[in-house]
Nanobody
Framework: QVQLVESGGGLVQAGDSLRLSCAAS????????MSWFRQAPGKEREFVAA?????????TYADSVKGRFTISRDNAKNAVYLQMNSLKAEDTDVYYC????????????????????WGQGTQVTVSS
């Protein structure tokens, strides 16, 4: 069982940066693949970025954020981060942290149904 709490959302201007954090509690955080999704009202949840549990910490990104967003994890702190640079108005959404596993061979893991644990979300608003 993993509990997730996101933080770091807010209102920024286009071109600004923002760093989201996700604090995890529970056992064996390092064995879970972690991801960020986002969702606007009335729309389906959209994959943003994911990072694997293996030692190499593989990452994968949605094309829409590639080169602008960076996902990372600190297993010693039970945390995963999303550094968002060069933000655009279309990045405005509620951002969710998700955990899948433990372990498993599913990679890349971009389908929300592959993640069993979710945080409550944090709002990111980018004004143009």
């Amino acid at each position: 069982q993993v509990q997730l709490v996101e933080s770091g959302g807010g209102l920024v201007q286009a071109g600004d940066s923002l760093r989201l954090s996700c604090a995890a509690s529970g056992r064996a955080f390092s064995s879970y693949r972690m991801s960020w999704f986002r969702q606007a009202p009335g729309k389906e949840r959209e994959f943003v970025a994911a990072i694997g549990w293996s030692a190499s910490k593989p990452t994968t990104y949605a094309d829409s954020v590639k080169g602008r967003f960076t996902i990372s994890r600190d297993n010693a702190k039970n945390a995963v981060y999303l550094q968002m640079n060069s933000l655009k108005a279309e990045d405005t959404d509620v951002y969710y942290c998700a955990a899948g596993g433990p372990y498993g061979s599913v990679w890349p893991s971009t389908d929300p149904y592959e993640y069993a644990y979710w945080g409550q979300g944090t709002q990111v608003t980018v004004s143009s």
